[in-house]
């Protein structure tokens, strides 16, 4: 018999239909909130590769054979990210190589993926993948620039502007980064240090840059082996430039030994005398001028007269003065911020 609900007839005593699914659907309490994920899936490492265009290129030995070690001690505890190529039959790895890697070395047989499904062009992968990068941290700055060099080719050479707007970083700061592939502004030494870990992008723009020959080659040397932050090494930098034994011809044992000790006499007490003395503002044995009201007053102008020049020279409107005197004036100009530093940290 059949009845009938609204216009449409309706076998009596039918029941409705559910998916596969739906049978297999977890109903216990800890599965509410959440859904079964049907694309994950343990897979032969055989049937794993990296994908070329995987902005990271740069992975440590050491650390690979530190997370192997685990691996081996705890499995792995979060599947890498994977895309099946039909036409290889094969996975690509999207994100996780340094865990598939480290899986290689530890042996493992097979390990966890999530397989994308979503049909991507190469572009939209590189896209992808360099934007998951960029929010790493164990990215160095090299493998960046040269992602990002890579997926503006991907672009078919979109503006920088694009570049930007996609992977959310600001267009001065891609400038940067694009200046470690530059062999006139960052050496092949310094380059494979940030690779390694042991020397940061603004440690070469901010202090390394401003040096050449074995100064820099010395300089490098102690901020890897001593691990000196950006100030210190700036001091250090400031220091070499102030000292008139120290040139680009000077052995790199004597730099690194000059640095040394410039960096333990620094931490030594010295009466203002000596520390003008050192830096050729008086003559040796020499005393400063009394300090007194008038004096205020003179270095209160002389304060103004500077700025007021300092600021000129930045104009781009007006007649360039000479390298040779740029450099001369550059020099001044950082032992005078040193002495700024000094009284400043000296009175309250």
Do not use: C
Request: proline share 5%; charged share 30%; hydrophobic share 40%.
């Amino acid at each position: 018999m059949t009845g009938t609900v609204g216009d449409g007839p309706r076998v009596r005593g039918s029941r409705p239909k559910f998916a596969v699914t739906d049978l297999l659907r977890n109903t216990s309490t800890q599965a509410r909130g959440t859904d079964e994920m049907m694309n994950a899936k343990l897979i032969e490492i055989a049937r794993i590769e990296r994908d070329p265009e995987q902005p990271r290129r740069t992975f440590p030995q050491e650390s690979l054979e530190e997370l192997a070690a685990s691996l081996t001690a705890r499995g792995v505890l979060q599947p890498i990210l994977v895309r099946y190529d039909s036409a290889a039959d094969i996975y690509v790895v999207i994100d996780g190589e340094r865990r598939w890697r480290a899986a290689k070395i530890a042996g493992l047989a097979k390990m966890p993926a999530v397989v994308v499904e979503k049909e991507q062009s190469g572009s939209e992968r590189l896209i992808d993948q360099l934007t998951a990068n960029i929010q790493r941290e164990d990215l160095n700055d090299v493998d960046r620039a040269e992602g990002l060099k890579r997926l503006k080719a991907a672009m078919h050479n979109a503006p920088w502007d694009q570049v930007a707007d996609i992977v959310g970083i600001k267009r001065s700061r891609i400038y940067q980064l694009l200046d470690l592939l530059d062999p006139a502004k960052v050496t092949d030494r310094e380059r494979e240090a940030i690779q390694r870990g042991t020397l940061s992008e603004k440690g070469v723009r901010s202090v390394l840059r401003h040096l050449s020959g074995s100064k820099r080659e010395g300089l490098q040397r102690m901020m890897e082996e001593d691990k000196l932050s950006v100030q210190e090494a700036t001091a250090a930098k400031d220091a070499l430039v102030a000292n008139p034994h120290i040139t680009d011809e000077t052995p790199v044992a004597q730099v690194v030994e000059a640095i040394r000790q410039m960096r333990q006499e620094a931490r030594q007490p010295r009466t203002p005398e000596e520390w003008a003395a050192e830096r050729a503002v008086i003559a040796g044995g020499a005393r400063l001028p009394a300090t007194n009201e008038a004096s205020v007053a003179e270095a209160l102008d002389l304060a103004r007269r500077l700025q007021t020049l300092l600021v000129a020279f930045t104009d781009a409107t007006v007649s360039p003065v000479s390298p040779t005197a740029t450099k001369r004036l550059r020099t001044a100009v950082r032992r005078l911020r040193e002495a700024t530093d000094l009284y400043l940290d000296q009175t309250p």
